[in-house]
């Protein structure tokens, strides 16, 4: 059974650095072909897409993003963590991992709310 | 980098009625294409991959279609439990875009 489970701060302050860790089961992050990536909601907003890091460490960034960006992953833990810096109240947003393997792969986390504020 | 239009942001049918939702890629994307059905509080799920075939356990009545630049999904005879926000969605390999969203609501 395939399980992904964000965990993170619920709120911060501007300009924090924001760190959220994906903690998954089910599948090996060290098999050819398997990635996690991250995607974010603003509340009532559209979901965007904002990193993906794959079983040989290759990693990828949304470009509008990508300066404030960085993906690394811990096999051993098997775990992704997604750090965020200089956060503003526009980065207010539910955040999900999911794995990124096959077009037909389905499998997100809860997702985690994160709200940016003074 | 490539922008996936949606169309209309809102579409109202009355329950057992066909729903058509449009997305438009600002180039070509092949059939790298998906749709997302999303409800309040819930994670997207996947309804749609390859533009055309449907992901496990989608009821029949949700189909796409199209290549390229234009797609559609189409529910053929929407139920109560269809009422939700829809994405489409751009993947490659290292990069998903998607579409600012429909809702569809109930009429």
């Known amino acids: 059974q395939i399980t992904l489970k964000e965990s993170g701060p619920t709120l911060v302050k501007p300009t924090q650095t924001l760190t959220l860790t994906c903690t998954f089961s089910g599948f090996s992050l060290s098999t050819y072909g398997v990635g996690v990536g991250w995607i974010r909601q603003p509340p009532g907003k559209a979901l965007e897409w904002l990193a993906v890091i794959y079983w040989d460490d290759d990693n990828r960034y949304s470009p509008s993003l990508k300066r404030r960006l960085t993906i690394t992953k811990d096999i051993s833990k098997n775990e992704v963590v997604l750090t965020m810096t200089n956060m503003a109240p526009a980065d207010t947003a539910t955040y999900y991992c999911?794995?990124?393997?096959?077009?037909?792969?389905?499998?997100w986390g809860q997702g985690t709310l994160v709200t940016v504020s003074s | 980098e490539i922008v996936m239009t949606q169309s209309p942001a809102t579409l109202s049918v009355s329950p057992g009625e066909r729903a058509t939702l449009s997305c438009r890629a600002s180039?070509?994307?092949?059939?790298?294409l998906a749709w997302y059905q999303q409800k309040p509080g819930q994670a997207p799920r996947l309804l749609i991959y390859?533009?055309?075939t449907r992901a496990s356990d989608i009821p029949a009545r949700f189909s796409g279609s199209g290549s390229g630049t234009e797609f559609t999904l189409t529910i053929s005879s929407l139920q109560s439990e269809d009422f939700a926000v829809y994405y489409c969605?751009?993947?490659?390999?290292?990069?998903?875009?998607f579409g600012q969203g429909t809702k569809v609501d109930i009429k």
């Open positions: 390859g533009a055309s």
């Open positions: 969605q751009h993947y490659t390999d290292w990069l998903w875009t």
């Open positions: 180039q070509s994307v092949s059939s790298n």
């Open positions: 999911t794995l990124v393997r096959s077009a037909h792969d389905d499998y």
